[in-house]
């Protein structure tokens, strides 16, 4: 009664989108914040300044090898030790006593602008054009970093490739970072590509919902190699000022580049409620903590794929107003290069 009294008043007050009991309806505060498991952290950061300078040394970037000299602040660029059973070991978090001069001074790499500068439509939508695989369940684990960023990178691949794949959350679950039902980011799945040269499928390695044992098998075919990944935003730094990142630039990027990784507040109780509509909230902060996937906008909204299956909002997708950075979803993005 508590939540279909609040879902009424919600529904009074918000003309532009619709609560309604979704599969969450009756999860605790507690059990639903347990599905938010975006951490963008110093060891994160870390991970992608020493991408972004690892072979920057001649002034090109290079695709084709990954340095075998790194130090111990790179261990997520480092190959994967194997034991004689086959297991992978997992990489270790870096410290947090990482190189802060470095960390300021990462820029918007050439490889990560969009170049075309016409005109933007009213509307785009990936989804209308074929290039958006099917809504995924996280589960009661917090992986959505995990489902992120493979459904940006499955649609890289459809867009530039026109390859469908369906790729294997659990493996970057189990084996790109510790805890991974506690948290991560796409760094941690794109270095983990990076350094494996892709992950296996499905159904080779189907998701359980729950952490497991980093097993790759010398059988598993690996798919969808790539060959660097960008970030863009507040994290990285143009003209020595941190990116502010607004939303004509994330429609560039989003045009050229495809379908990106995002990150959104999800704290309030009407997205867990959500049935339709622009979700328009005036209680999420900008301290973000959900990843998500921008598929496209309209002339109000960002179009926003998630994972929480078919039967949350509208068919396992939902839209965002456009305009004030809301929920923060201006913060970052992240996306493949292939």
């Known amino acids: 009664m508590q939540i279909a009294k609040h879902s009424m008043d919600c529904v009074i007050n918000t003309a532009n989108y619709q609560l309604g009991f979704t599969p969450y309806s009756d999860w605790s505060d507690e059990e639903f914040k347990v599905l938010l498991g975006e951490r963008f952290d110093e060891s994160s950061l870390n991970g992608y ?25 790179a261990n997520l660029l480092s190959p994967p030790s194997s034991f004689s059973d086959g297991r992978v070991e997992r990489q270790p978090q870096q410290s947090s006593n990482i190189n802060r001069r470095t960390k300021r001074n990462v820029g918007v790499d050439e490889v990560c602008k969009a170049k075309n500068r016409s005109p933007l439509p009213k509307k785009l939508d990936w989804r209308a054009q074929g290039k958006v695989t099917s809504i995924k369940n996280q589960g009661s684990c917090g992986s959505c970093w995990t489902f992120t960023s493979l459904a940006a990178l499955e649609s890289a691949y459809l867009i530039k490739k026109n390859q469908k794949l369906d790729l294997s959350e659990q493996e970057l679950l189990s084996c790109a970072r510790k805890n991974g039902c506690k948290g991560g980011t796409a760094i941690d799945a794109y270095n983990y590509f990076l350094k494996r040269k892709g ?39 143009v003209n020595g000022k941190p990116e502010v990142l607004t939303d004509e630039e994330i429609m560039y990027i989003v045009r050229e580049f495809g379908p990106v990784y995002t990150t959104i507040n999800v704290d309030d109780l009407p997205m867990k409620n959500f049935k339709g509509g622009i979700y328009h909230s005036k209680i999420c902060t900008k301290k973000t903590n959900h990843a998500v996937t921008i598929v496209g906008w309209d002339e109000q909204s960002w179009l926003i794929k998630n994972s929480w299956g078919e039967k949350w909002g509208e068919d396992g997708f939902f839209r965002m107003k456009k305009g004030e950075n809301l929920c923060g979803i201006n913060t970052y993005i992240m996306f493949p290069i292939i």
């Open 49 to 73: 300044s020493q991408r972004r300078s690892e072979d920057e040394s001649d002034g090109n970037r290079q695709y084709s090898n990954l340095p075998s000299n790194q130090t111990n602040q």
């Open 199 to 237: 992950v296996t499928d499905e159904q080779t390695w189907p998701y359980a919902k729950k952490e497991t044992v980093c097993l790759p098998k010398p059988f598993m075919k690996k798919y969808a190699p790539i060959k660097d990944y960008c970030l863009r935003g507040q994290y990285v730094h």
